[in-house]
């Protein structure tokens, strides 16, 4: 089973409406939990970081479930600027690493169209 | 935006010659960091540094070498380029604490025929 899980999609919506789509991972040490955004041949952006209440960013929430292992985002009110692939990347603590004891995990992304 | 730029931008090469990619930031951060990105695969970390000088390796790391003589410089360079590491490369900073928050470079599309 892969570390981080993504449906690669593509969701094509409507302009205005409502998706959300999750993204599993698979070690619950996991720390930490980020979205990026990732535009057509360009490179990766964060989008938001992801905490254990929940957090909203304008027309973005994210929700951290710990029990299940799994991260959503919703996107209300969609924009044809929204189309990209929505990168899922979880952090991940353990003891056997050099690097800082951490290692961060990207999934392969979703990739979202908004269609007008 | 952070000032992360990488050099080239494409290359193609022939198998077996060496090639050299520079990620340059004027960021003045920390960490940085290279990774490949492939069909199929989310970003994958090849080498990262913590500071100048200090390299470690990363998920990905064989027929990869990197250098870091300054803070703003960060050079990834394969030894002798095979048609597997075809690839998107991006560079990546973060400015104080490791795996926060990164940066990334508008990456460097190499092809290795």
């Known amino acids: 089973r892969k570390e981080v899980e993504q449906d690669p999609g593509p969701f094509n919506v409507p302009e205005g409406a409502t998706v959300a789509f999750n993204c599993t991972y698979s070690?619950?040490?996991?720390?930490?939990f980020f979205w990026y955004r990732q535009d057509c041949r360009k490179e990766p952006k964060l989008l938001m970081s992801?905490?254990?209440s929940g957090n909203e960013d304008g027309r973005f929430t994210a929700q951290l479930n710990r029990a299940s292992q799994y991260i959503s985002l919703l996107i209300r009110d969609s924009k044809l600027s929204d189309s990209a692939t929505y990168l899922c990347?979880?952090?991940?603590?353990?003891?056997?690493?050099?690097?800082?004891?951490?290692?961060?995990?990207f999934g392969t992304g979703t990739r979202l169209t908004i269609i007008p | 935006d952070a000032g992360i730029t990488q050099s080239p931008r494409h290359k193609v090469t022939e198998t077996g010659t060496p090639v050299t990619l520079r990620c340059h930031q004027t960021e003045n951060h920390r960490y940085m960091y290279w990774y490949r990105q492939d069909p199929g695969h989310g970003l994958r970390l090849i080498h990262y540094?913590?500071?100048?000088?200090?390299?470690d390796k990363g998920e990905v790391s064989d027929g990869y070498s990197v250098s870091r003589s300054k803070t703003e410089d960060f050079l990834l360079t394969l030894e002798s380029a095979t048609s597997s590491q075809t690839s998107v490369y991006f560079c990546?900073?973060?400015?104080?604490?490791?795996?926060?928050?990164?940066?990334f470079g508008s990456g460097t599309q190499l092809s290795v025929l």
């Open positions: 990546a900073t973060s400015p104080t604490a490791v795996n926060e928050k990164l940066f």
């Open positions: 990347v979880v952090n991940r603590v353990f003891h056997e690493s050099n690097f800082g004891n951490e290692k961060l995990t």
């Open positions: 070690n619950s040490a996991s720390q930490s």
């Open positions: 992801v905490y254990s």
């Open positions: 540094s913590y500071g100048v000088k200090d390299t």
